[in-house]
């Protein structure tokens, strides 16, 4: 079956634009975790979902980050008013339950430069 | 708080040799969950292998296989019989109760001809 996907693969945005990035979760996935990975590191918990419900959003860095999952399957991430520190690639990651042990698969990601 | 370190940003090895990448973790919980992961540069992350803390056993998937010290929060992957498309990025990370995994800052792995 198909994996995570995300889109747009690669976004340029002007300083202070906003931003919309979109995952399609694994078909039938409970859980869903956004991930930011700066250049050169690791990629970092910004927020997750257990179907519709946003469990946990300790770490978006400000509020001009916003998640959503109103069906419980698609999200999206938006970010406001871009500036340069936002540029990174967006993971998206989905697991089948809410399980510790379950497999977190995850999307290609998105490339966010803001300029 | 949780932190993983790795300590090696890049390593190369020669292909069809064995190489070792380092990770420490720092964690008081003594129930958690260890991995590695793969990340090409296509950026798609791919689970490599896992161990379970409460599981003496150190895990094994085919090539790969992991030298799991837990009382000195260590948590190494061997790589057998490099190949080429082997070269990567490898993460190290740590879950525990919370669902959200914490990773390491990556080691780049080359793979010489």
């Known amino acids: 079956g198909a994996g995570v996907s995300q889109s747009p693969r690669y976004k340029v945005a002007k300083r202070g634009q906003d931003v919309a990035l979109r995952c399609d979760p694994i078909s039938g996935h409970v859980s869903l975790f956004w991930y930011q990975q700066a250049l050169g590191q690791g990629p970092e918990f910004l927020t997750y979902f257990q179907n519709e419900a946003q469990l946990d959003k300790s770490g978006l860095p400000s509020d001009r980050f916003f998640a959503e999952r109103p069906e419980g399957s698609v999200s999206t991430l938006k970010i406001q008013r871009t500036q340069q520190e936002d540029s990174a690639v967006y993971l998206c990651?989905?697991?089948?339950?809410?399980?510790?042990?379950?497999?977190?698969?995850f999307g290609p990601g998105t490339r966010l430069t803001v300029l | 708080a949780q932190t993983v370190t790795q300590s090696q940003p890049e390593m190369s090895v020669q292909e069809a040799e064995t190489v070792t990448l380092s990770c420490t973790y720092d964690?008081?919980?003594?129930?958690?969950?260890l991995f590695w992961y793969k990340q090409p540069p296509s950026r798609q992350m791919i689970l490599v292998i896992r161990q379970e803390a409460y599981k003496q056993q150190n895990a094994t998937e085919n090539r790969f296989s992991v030298n799991f010290q837990k009382a000195a929060k260590s948590f190494s992957l061997k790589i057998s019989d490099s190949q080429l498309g082997d070269a990567a990025m490898y993460f190290c990370a740590y879950r525990s109760a919370e669902v959200k995994i914490i990773f390491g800052k990556g080691t780049r792995l080359h793979i010489l001809p």
């Open positions: 990651a989905s697991s089948l339950t809410n399980s510790r042990s379950d497999t977190q698969y």
């Open positions: 964690t008081s919980e003594s129930d958690y969950y």
